[in-house]
């Protein structure tokens, strides 16, 4: 009478995953005055609100997420990335005919490839997980952003507006109306 | 009567379904039923050749748009007419290498997806005639004989980089190896740019549909392939006539743009159906600018009507500039570009958000 064995195979992983989103755009920046002078009042608008420069380059990290704008062709990159370092434990069985013979390496061999696939596949859905938080992140942040980034613009275009103005004669009088965003210069040419 | 060999009648059917001379009940089945090559062919199958290809590529050309009396670029000035009378018709002949007949042998004797008898000529040595038949070869083959092999077809060297090809059909190159992109230079000067000139209303027909066929697109990746071809084609072609200031050629995007950009376009003629369920925000950017290529590629167009206007009676690029001008208010262009703007923003990630 011949006597079942159970082979049993298990590991532990240690991996760390990685997520990153991100979204390119263009910022619709008036070209009121030469384009060096609209990126430098771009750019100065930024650093009011807190951006680093970096040579042309200014950004900001809030709430998990990097706004970069490259203030010579406007655009603005917002990006979110996400790590995690996760442990992941697999075990795997099966009955072998022989303790330690043949039979027994060849079922223990075919665990091994079982895990692998098992672990690969655990990865693969904590890295999906991973992914979907931080493209939820990202979107939520988005809103804020694209608020804050209109704002950005507005300024930009009333500063260029009222440079432009005073190049073009005296200004007597400037009217800022913010809730209807609408702005009247009268100068005095 | 001429009397031609079993081999010859199926070259001559064959040859007679390319030029819309032979319905495809009566022509695919020769695709599958294959027939051994013989060593040369008899002068009045070579007789029936010409003929039939001096009379067919003719009369499709003039039935496409050749016959339309149209204003297009010859010279330093604008002419308007139909094709023939825009230039002589002596200038509109056109020439069939021996690889239009050894393509011609080759369909017949062998399946349109057999690798190991692939039918190759070097891009170099095809004449405007070889690369015309080609065009209309590929038309019906990929209309008729999909399931033939035909997708095999556009794998082969001359059709890798024909750009008539690539232009009617970009939906068809979205496979392509990056180097195998379009070689415009044949189509842009003499009479391949006249050859253009006839088939803009196809050109226009065919960009419709492929913008139209985008409303039911689900796959993101399908359609990420489909706007990176289109994006690849038009650059190319773009590109191709710009130097040469043959903005003229690019009249068939205009009227596909007024076809498709009406007073009730909305985002959902280009996105409808797509599933971006679980994707990242990038690769949904990335497929909602795919989604839109054509409606990007509106900006150049209007670049090119600006720069027109300032140029003046004397410069050397007038006509071309004033026929561009033209084009362009007929096709009411700015409004066009506007509501291509407002779709293409519409969808931009920051004003989704």
């Known amino acids: 009478m011949s006597r079942a064995y159970r082979v049993c195979v298990r590991e532990t992983q240690s991996h760390i995953i990685h997520a990153e989103d991100h979204v390119h755009t263009q910022l619709e920046v008036l070209a009121v005055l030469p384009p060096e002078q609209m990126a430098e009042l771009l750019a100065g608008a930024l650093e009011r609100r807190g951006f680093q420069r970096e040579g042309t380059r200014l950004s900001r990290k809030q709430n998990g997420v990097t706004i970069a704008v490259e203030t010579t062709t406007a655009t603005v990159k917002v990006a979110a990335e996400a790590s995690e370092e996760t442990t992941i434990q697999a075990e795997r069985s099966n009955l072998a005919y022989d303790d330690a013979g043949p039979h027994a390496k060849v079922v223990r061999e075919n665990l091994k490839k079982q895990l692998e696939k098992d672990i690969t ?30 704002q950005v613009v507005h300024s930009v275009t009333v500063e260029a507006l009222k440079c432009k103005a005073a190049q073009m004669g005296r200004i007597k009088e400037i009217t800022e109306d913010p809730q209807a965003r609408s702005l009247t210069i009268v100068v005095e040419v | 009567m001429q009397s031609v060999s079993r081999f010859e009648a199926n070259l001559l059917r064959l040859l007679g379904y390319f030029l819309h001379r ?73 020439t069939f290498s021996a690889h239009t007949l050894r393509f011609l042998i080759w369909i017949t004797a062998h399946r349109l997806d057999d690798t190991a008898h692939a039918w190759c000529a070097p891009e170099k040595e095809l004449t405007l005639g070889d690369r015309l038949l080609l065009y209309f ?37 979205t496979a392509m190896p ?91 003629m280009w996105t409808a159906q797509l599933n971006l369920a679980g994707l990242r925000v990038a690769d949904r950017v990335a497929t909602y600018q795919a989604a839109t290529s054509f409606l990007r590629m509106l900006d150049r167009l209007q670049t090119w009507e600006r720069r027109a206007r300032g140029v003046g009676y004397f410069d050397e690029d007038y006509a071309a500039s004033q026929l561009w001008k033209a084009d362009w208010e007929q096709a009411q262009g700015d409004r066009l570009v506007d509501r291509a703007r407002a779709i293409v923003q519409q969808l931009s990630p920051l004003r989704q958000a």
């Open chain 1, 121 to 150: 596949r655990t990865v693969g859905e904590k890295t999906a997980h991973l992914q979907a938080k931080v493209t939820h992140h990202l979107e939520a942040e988005l809103n804020n952003v694209r608020q804050e980034l209109d």
């Open chain 2, 22 to 94: 032979e319905p495809p009940e009566r022509a695919l089945p020769l695709l599958e039923e294959r027939c051994a090559a013989p060593p040369c062919l008899h002068s009045n199958a070579v007789r029936l050749i010409k003929n039939a290809l001096a009379k067919g590529c003719v009369f499709l050309l003039a039935q496409r748009g050749g016959w339309r009396r149209e204003r297009f670029l010859r010279g330093s000035r604008s002419v308007e007419g139909r094709l023939w009378e825009r230039t002589p018709p002596a200038e509109l002949g056109l």
């Open chain 2, 137 to 173: 070869a590929y038309e019906r083959l990929r209309n008729g004989a999909e399931r033939m092999g035909a997708s095999a077809l556009r794998m082969q060297g001359p059709f890798r980089h024909h750009a008539l090809c690539w232009l009617a059909f970009p939906g068809d190159y």
């Open chain 2, 178 to 268: 990056a180097s195998a992109g379009p070689n415009f230079a044949p189509w842009t000067h003499g009479a391949g740019a006249c050859l253009l000139e006839a088939l803009q209303p196809d050109l226009a027909r065919r960009w419709i549909e492929v913008e139209s066929g985008k409303e039911g697109l689900a796959d993101p990746q399908a359609m990420r392939m489909l706007g990176l071809a289109q994006e690849h084609v038009l650059t190319a072609f773009l590109d191709a006539i710009e130097p040469i200031g043959r903005m003229d050629l690019a009249r068939f995007l205009l009227q596909t743009a007024a076809a498709l950009l009406g007073p009730h376009a909305h985002v959902g």
